[in-house]
């Protein structure tokens, strides 16, 4: 079941980037099939298992925050991809936060969906 939920995490992903690379002036994403599957499985490593972590310590503070310390994690995330691979790069800080917006509603809607693909 964790196969099936990370493959969708992943094309989730998938989409978000493309969504991004589509609306997002000042986001240049590498669209080669080879590259933009690497980059989305890069993406979802981080969104799957370093962004909860992240989450996991900053509890407390998310919640004093009121969430919006999840949305700098979610910047961070998106920031440290562009720093991890060249396939992506995110020119300043508004297209970084524009990015940042699309992905936390994505993340939103795809955390919803794979709630209830692990009730099944």
């Given amino acids: 079941m964790i196969i ?3 493959i969708f995490f992943f094309l989730v992903n998938l989409a978000a980037l493309l969504v991004i690379n589509q609306l997002v002036p000042g986001v240049e994403l590498i669209t ?3 590259v933009l599957i690497t980059t989305a499985l890069i993406f979802t490593a981080l969104n799957s298992y370093l962004r909860p972590l ?3 310590f900053l509890t407390t503070f998310i919640i ?3 969430g919006l310390l999840g949305f700098a994690i979610n910047a961070g995330t998106l920031y440290l991809l562009d720093f991890i691979t060249k396939n992506i790069s ?3 800080l508004q297209p970084l936060l524009l990015s940042t917006v699309i992905i936390t509603i994505f993340n939103l809607v795809s955390s919803f969906f ?3 693909l692990k009730k099944k």
């Fill in 4 to 6: 099936i939920r990370l």
């Fill in 64 to 66: 004093l925050t009121l």
């Fill in 32 to 34: 080669e099939t080879s």
């Fill in 114 to 116: 794979g709630w209830a």
């Fill in 90 to 92: 995110i020119n300043g």
């Fill in 54 to 56: 992240i989450r996991y």
